[in-house]
């Protein structure tokens, strides 16, 4: 075989293999405390899905996509950065991030929150909520 039809052929192949595949995750958040209704976990995929728990995933509108999109870029220096803040006494929810640039931990007290770290809790709230039908 001539190598300009073997390179036609191996740029194909490499096309077809990307197809179908599933699109990368966002970000998992995960929110713990006291009340067991509190406790949830979120794998949001960049295809417009959110997983809540262990059920399957279910679509997410086009606003909170854009909105998940935003919080993985802003969260995604802090990741890197594998920032942990401490909560204060009165704390009563603890979130975990991760991404791909890594994680981050913080409470509903922590000081020193990033607005970013705002975000991350009113999109919990709102898709466990709103999007998994989860009681709080």
Same mark, same amino acid.
């Given at each position: ?90 704390? $009563?929810? !603890?979130?975990?991030? =991760?991404?791909? *640039?890594?994680? #981050? @931990? +913080?409470?509903? $007290?922590? !000081?020193?929150?990033? =607005?970013?770290? *705002?975000?991350? #809790? @009113? +999109? ?13």
């Amino acid at each position: 075989m001539r190598p300009a039809c073997l390179a036609a052929l191996a740029a194909a192949a490499g096309l077809a293999a990307g197809c179908g595949s599933p699109s990368p995750d966002l970000f998992e958040v995960t929110r713990k405390g006291r009340d067991a209704n509190a406790n949830v976990r979120l794998l949001v995929s960049d295809g417009g899905t959110v997983k809540c728990n262990d059920a399957e995933p279910v679509a997410l509108d086009g606003p909170r996509l854009l909105t998940a999109r935003d919080i993985a870029r802003e969260v995604a220096v802090q990741a890197a950065l594998a920032i942990q803040l401490e909560p204060a006494k009165d704390s $009563t929810l !603890r979130y975990a991030v =991760k991404t791909e *640039d890594g994680s #981050v @931990a +913080f409470s509903d $007290t922590s !000081r020193g929150r990033p =607005k970013s770290f *705002d975000r991350v #809790v @009113a +999109f919990t709230a709102d898709v466990a909520e709103n999007v998994c039908k989860l009681e709080r």
